[in-house]
């Protein structure tokens, strides 16, 4: 069984940055993807953004140039950098894994762009 736990979200005013963590039950380098998704209210869950086990990384059109994934090989630790936040970009972010053909998701954690 994969736990996935993420941190970091909060409340940030328009412009502002935040730094989302997420922390796998087992090593990520066991994983084929690991990667970020957000649900708005009323709005379907979407990808943010994802990085391959090989490095290679994707990300949302409307999340270009505003964040970035990234792992910490030392802390076993999967993030996801944000900077120039708007209002559209509250929602929940969930991490998640894939393994072979199974997708694990975290609980999630809110992200409030408000001022």
């Known amino acids: 069984q994969v736990q996935l736990v993420e941190s970091g979200g909060g409340l940030v005013q328009p412009g502002g940055s935040l730094l989302l963590s997420c922390a796998p039950s087992?090593?990520?380098?066991?994983?084929?993807?690991m990667g970020w998704y957000r649900q708005a209210p009323g709005k379907e869950r979407e990808l943010v953004a994802s990085i391959t086990i090989g490095g290679n990384t994707n990300y949302a059109d409307s999340m270009k140039g505003r964040c970035t994934i990234s792992r910490d090989n030392g802390k076993n630790m999967v993030y996801l950098q944000m900077n120039g936040l708007k209002p559209e970009d509250t929602a929940v972010y969930y991490c998640?894994?894939?393994?072979?053909?199974?997708?694990?998701w975290g609980k999630g954690t809110l992200v409030t762009v408000s001022s």
């Open positions: 998640t894994a894939r393994l072979s053909a199974m997708d694990y």
């Open positions: 087992r090593s990520f380098r066991i994983f084929n993807t």
